[in-house]
RNA sequence: GCCCGGGUGGUGUAGUGGCCCAUCAUACAACCCUGUCACGGUUGUGACGCGGGUUCAAAUCCCGCCUCGGGCGCCA
């Protein structure tokens, strides 16, 4: 195994030993061949009955779809192999056999619903439309980095099992930490806030999330992938600034190193990243562009939030990415800051997709008073967020950020019907298994 | 949490009371075929989510449960 070659490395001339799975065989008679799949791509081995030592002729056509095998030959030019070249192989070993009866077909022959798929995401995985989704997320996130990075951001992890939670306990999953209540953290809200109040100032995560809501949506997780930033001496505008960057970094470079992944998911003819200017609208202009579009049975008003309906009658009057800003101050968070002259009015703000909610953030009430009063308002109690609240008495700079939606980017740049295809073994309300 | 629509061979489907001892594709088994590239051909194997009910007769209608998908609410 040593002296593995990889398919796609296997040139006209050269003595290899390829590895991994049979993807199909197609026996013509008295020519046969086996199409041999790695990670790289496929290759050919051809089987000429007549000419070739029985045994291996036997071992090689017999062996069942999926099963792990292990061939060595000589690789050949060959107009007629779809690659352009195949092997005539001398020596053929059967790793690992596979049961002839697979729960779904790998080679996509036959679609597979997306429940049996998750239950055998092995196999799924070996389809390189599928494989393409996670080499792109892996790629969506590295950007996500880099571009944190190129803002002064530092890296950070912030505690899964916590003792309270963002915003009380309802929709948190309770543990029990060596007895005492604990709980899978909702977002690292409070924690990041805690570090850019320090020196390191600018801060980010990339972490899972966990929210106990009993929803059963395409475009929702009961574990999900939270890309969060906090950042020191920054308002609103400076973290839509940092989201935008960050958005379009992950557009850029899957357009840029994500070809091979976007012509398997047929999307490499349609696919553009976004101009990163995207348009920032007040939440009173938002309202009054969706009332405008006449796509609602009754008219919106301010103060109301904004049903899935309006998001989407906005979303295709703008045609792209978009902001949504300076919230009605009762319906964003009680750590969400008010405008310093209107204090009906928030700062907190959406970065809206087309197709759903993307982000959301705004500048933080770094003020002590007003931060313990917000946590009253909000009918909890003070004093069970000390650990958080005390920090805001030493010295507590402005600052401001968002929650970007891991998942929800990767499927909306990806195009993806349900959010389950952009996590390997997603957790939902009913799937607590693979 | 509320509302709607589904669950048929390994996989994906057709089939709204008897005309269907369940259709088609693919997979699987056997045979034929020396250049396939979704190879082709012949034959064969294999299924009505679970429990109860209505009916002369149930995959089909009713009830309960489990389960899948979608919409809303809420959110990232």
Redesign the pocket.
């Known amino acids: 195994m040593q002296d593995r070659t990889y398919t796609e490395n296997a040139e006209p001339g050269d003595d290899v030993t390829v590895a991994g799975w049979v993807h199909?065989?197609?026996?013509?008679?008295?020519?046969?061949?086996l199409?041999l799949r790695d990670t790289t791509g496929k290759i050919?081995i051809?089987f000429?009955?007549?000419?070739m030592d029985e045994d291996l002729v036997e071992t090689g056509l017999?062996v069942?779809?999926e099963s792990v095998v292990s061939v060595s030959g000589s690789v050949e030019e060959?107009?007629?192999?779809?690659?352009g070249v195949?092997i005539t192989p001398d020596e053929l070993e059967v790793i690992s056999e596979a049961d002839?009866?697979?729960?779904?077909?790998p080679?996509?022959?036959?679609?597979?619903?997306?429940?049996?798929?998750?239950d055998?995401r092995t196999l799924d995985l070996r389809k390189e439309e599928v494989q393409a989704i996670f080499e792109i997320r892996a790629e969506i996130l590295r950007a996500a980095r880099e571009q944190f990075r190129e803002f002064h951001c530092t890296e950070i992890n912030t505690p899964k099992i916590v003792a309270t939670g963002t915003e009380g306990g309802t929709?948190l999953f309770p543990i029990t930490y060596f007895g005492e209540e604990a709980f899978m953290n909702q977002?690292p809200?409070l924690f990041k806030q805690l570090i850019a109040g320090s020196n390191v100032e600018r801060v980010f995560e990339i972490g899972p999330?966990f929210?106990a809501?009993?929803?059963?949506?395409?475009?929702?997780?009961?574990?999900?992938?939270?890309i969060d930033f906090e950042g020191a001496f920054c308002d609103a505008d400076d973290a839509m600034d940092v989201a935008e960057g960050v958005v379009t970094a992950a557009y850029e470079a899957v357009a840029e190193n994500c070809s091979d992944e976007l012509e398997a998911l047929g999307l490499a003819e349609e696919f553009e990243a976004p101009d990163g200017d995207f348009p920032r609208l007040s939440y009173e202009e938002a309202i009054e562009r969706i009332n405008a579009t006449g796509e609602l049975d009754e008219q919106l008003v301010w103060g109301d939030?904004?049903?899935?309906?309006?998001?989407?009658a906005l979303g295709d009057d703008v045609g792209g990415h978009y902001f949504i800003t300076d919230w009605p101050s009762e319906?964003?968070?009680f750590y969400i800051k008010d405008h310093d002259d209107d204090e009906q009015l928030s700062t907190g703000f959406?970065?809206m997709h087309p197709r759903?909610?993307?982000?959301?953030?705004g500048q933080r009430e770094h003020r002590h008073e007003a931060l313990i009063e917000g946590f009253k308002q909000q009918g909890l109690d003070p004093d069970q967020f000390e650990y958080y609240t005390k920090m805001f008495k030493y010295g507590m700079p402005p600052h401001a950020g968002?929650?970007?939606?891991?998942?929800?980017l990767i499927m909306t740049i990806l195009g993806l019907?349900?959010?389950?295809e952009a996590v390997l073994f997603p957790r939902?309300?009913?799937?607590l298994s693979p």
Not at 48 to 51: A, F, G, N, T
């Open positions: 199909e065989i197609r026996d013509l008679g008295g020519i046969a061949f199409i050919q051809k000429e009955k007549d000419e017999g069942s779809r060959e107009p007629r192999a779809p690659t195949e002839p009866e697979l729960p779904l077909d080679s996509g022959k036959v679609d597979a619903d997306l429940s049996t798929r998750l055998n929709e977002s809200q999330i929210r809501e009993e929803h059963n949506t395409p475009r929702h997780l009961n574990e999900a992938t939270s939030d904004l049903p899935t309906e309006a998001e989407k319906i964003k968070p959406d970065l759903m909610e993307l982000v959301s953030g968002f929650g970007l939606g891991g998942e929800r019907d349900n959010i389950r939902d309300r009913q799937r």
